[in-house]
């Protein structure tokens, strides 16, 4: 069935801005919604690059340059996309 991801919209956005992040981008996206998964132990053994923090899960995208911020509903297998950030930007992000 697959996972579905809201939104990729918010991904466009990033790589239209740092056009390096395009391919890795969509990589992240297609492993995502190709896949299922039933907890963060699911999504850890897809992704080894993901943590868990306060709440969000936090993924390393193009060995360590970006990150994205999403969280999940596991058992309506969707994850939303909160934000995509340069590792600049993420030092000084803070969990809602």
């Keep these: 069935m697959g996972t579905n991801v809201i939104a990729k919209s918010?991904?466009?956005?990033f790589w239209q801005r740092y056009p390096d992040a395009q391919t890795p981008?969509?990589?992240w996206y297609d492993t995502l919604t190709k896949g299922e998964y039933?907890?963060?132990?699911?999504?850890?053994?897809?992704?080894?690059?993901?943590d868990?923090?306060?709440g969000y899960m936090v993924f390393?995208?193009?060995g360590n340059h970006?990150?994205?911020?999403?969280?999940?509903r596991f058992e309506r297998?969707?994850?939303w996309i909160k934000g995509v950030l340069t590792?600049?930007?993420?030092?000084?992000?803070?969990?809602e």
């Design 60 to 62: 390393d995208i193009r």
């Design 10 to 13: 918010t991904l466009r956005e």
């Design 52 to 54: 868990w923090v306060k």
């Design 87 to 95: 590792h600049e930007e993420y030092d000084s992000w803070t969990p």
């Design 77 to 79: 297998k969707t994850f």
């Design 38 to 50: 039933f907890s963060f132990a699911d999504v850890k053994s897809a992704f080894g690059s993901v």
């Design 66 to 72: 970006y990150r994205i911020i999403a969280t999940a």
């Design 25 to 27: 981008l969509e990589e």
